[in-house]
């Protein structure tokens, strides 16, 4: 799996942005893992960081 994220704007703004790419071993077997578990673990990993996210930017709009 490879990934990169985050891309300035401007001096005061930055993008996010998430590139994922992977690809399992093991032919059908893959094909089942990622359809079974896989693909949810990662819906699960971006709501995660998108939950952190929305409170780090709370937090400090909040100081702001």
């Known amino acids: ?3 990169d994220c985050g891309e300035a704007i ?3 703004s930055t993008r996010i942005v998430d590139r994922v790419t992977y690809r399992l071993p093991w032919g ?3 094909w089942m893992g990622d359809w079974l ?3 949810r673990r990662i819906r ?3 709501a995660y960081q998108r939950s952190i996210l929305r409170e780090i930017l709370r937090a400090s709009v909040d100081l702001g």
């Open 28 to 30: 059908p077997i893959g």
């Open 37 to 39: 578990v896989v693909r």
């Open 44 to 46: 699960e990993m971006f």
């Open 10 to 12: 401007d001096g005061k």
């Open 1 to 3: 799996m490879k990934g």
